[in-house]
């Protein structure tokens, strides 16, 4: 069974930077494209970014743009969020997200492409 924990979440004030983690157990990781989504309260569910199995290929969404960076490491079976210039819009709760691969290439972007599922990790960013 595929689990996910995330971490790094908390309260920082606008401007400042955040790292997440989410560790995934099982063997299959390097064969997962990975996602980040965030929910605030009364929002939906909505992608943050994505990243194919390889790592090679990324997708963001606009409003994080050159602000959050994924990254991944398949020795370590995680994946990361670096966040920087955090707004107090970026509060929300964040979860990571596995999605079976068959193609190097791929990012997962819509939800319903994901299979596996963190708990999530709660972002407090105070203006």
């Known amino acids: 069974q595929v689990q996910l924990v995330e971490s790094g979440g908390g309260l920082v004030q606008a401007g400042g930077s955040l790292r997440l983690s989410c560790a995934v157990s099982?063997?299959?990781?390097?064969?997962?494209?990975m996602g980040w989504f965030r929910q605030a309260p009364g929002k939906e569910r909505e992608f943050v970014v994505g990243?194919?199995?390889?790592?090679?290929?990324?997708y963001y969404a606009d409003s994080v743009k050159g602000r959050f960076t994924i990254s991944r490491d398949n020795a370590k079976n995680t994946v990361y969020l670096q966040m920087n210039s955090l707004k107090p819009e970026d509060t929300a709760t964040y979860y990571c997200?596995?999605?079976?691969?068959?193609?190097?290439?791929?990012?997962?972007?819509?939800?319903?492409?994901?299979?596996?599922w963190g708990r999530g990790t709660q972002v407090n960013v105070s203006s």
């Open positions: 997200a596995a999605a079976r691969s068959p193609v190097a290439g791929w990012v997962p972007v819509v939800p319903d492409e994901y299979d596996y």
């Open positions: 990243i194919s199995w390889s790592g090679g290929k990324t």
């Open positions: 099982g063997r299959a990781f390097a064969s997962y494209g």
